[in-house]
């Protein structure tokens, strides 16, 4: 079995480790996010001893997964102080000398979930984040989808509620999909994190309005097979069987298949890698870095 090193770069921790082409987790450790002078020093220092064959780097975005682009392994215009146009891939190839895959921490995970979790046996699969931001990464016939750029889902458009006032928070749209509905935009409508609106229907009915829109453009567009809803926000399970039904309401029938009309609770489901959806996504990535070599 091959040792594959993992990074799953996010905006308040790093964490690291290693594991196999199983899905398995073997060791890893957490490292505070900070500048990326100080925090990849400590990323070196971790792997600077360990044995690994690959590696596999999962990072908040937006970043520059695009092989042969000029800012490849670029973490690009993040509002995240001090890592925007940092080369973290550059970094890390002056220190180890395999094989790496680099990509978005949710095309990781939708990745991990459809080889190891709630996606198992499909080949379009959809992770949905809700947290601090609102990201989601889509494998479609296998592959993890990438163009231009990786995809920035958690940044369309979308209808108002007809009793919201909140004008949203995203530093560049203002009202997009992350400005109104992920974690800090919860807080900022409701006066209190979400985690102290758990009895307030109105709070859970307005957060599915808008999670239900945005899943119902997925649907239409990329026709995933599931759709995997993690992240802090969706701890709050009431929000499933109200996403579900309004998703059904949208449609309204016009996606004439089973999955959505008679199944849908196993259509929009959580994710089975938990909490771990994001660390075994760098995991899955690297054995992406794996395949190739082998091939
Ligand atoms: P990150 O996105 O930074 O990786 P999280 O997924 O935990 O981390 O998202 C943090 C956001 O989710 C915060 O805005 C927080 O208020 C919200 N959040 C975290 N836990 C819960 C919860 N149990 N219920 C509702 N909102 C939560
Ligand atoms: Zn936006």
Known sequence: MAVIGAIEAGGTKFICGLGNEKGKITERISIPTTTPEETMEKVIEYFKNKKFDVMGIGSFGPIDPVKNSKTYGYITKTPKPYWSDYNIIGELKKHFHVPMEFDTDVNGAALAETWWGAGKGLKNVMYITVGTGIGAGAIVNGVMLQGLT?????????????????????????????????????????GKKGQELVDDMCVWEMEAYYLAQAIVNYILILSP??????GGVMKQ???FPLIR?????FLNGYVHKKEILEEIDKYIVCPDLGDEAGFVGSLALGKIALDKLTL
Do not use: S, T
Not at 164 to 186: Q, V
Not at 225 to 230: E, K, N, T
């Open 245 to 249: 039904k309004n998703v059904q309401k």
């Open 225 to 230: 097979q599931r759709i995997i809803m993690g």
């Open 150 to 190: 990786h995809p920035e889902m958690g940044h369309i458009f979308l209808k108002k509620h007809p009793e919201d006032n909140f004008e949203g928070r995203c530093p560049f749209h203002k009202d997009c999909l992350e400005g109104m509905a992920a974690g800090p935009a919860i807080e900022e409508r409701w």
């Open 237 to 239: 399970k009431q929000l």
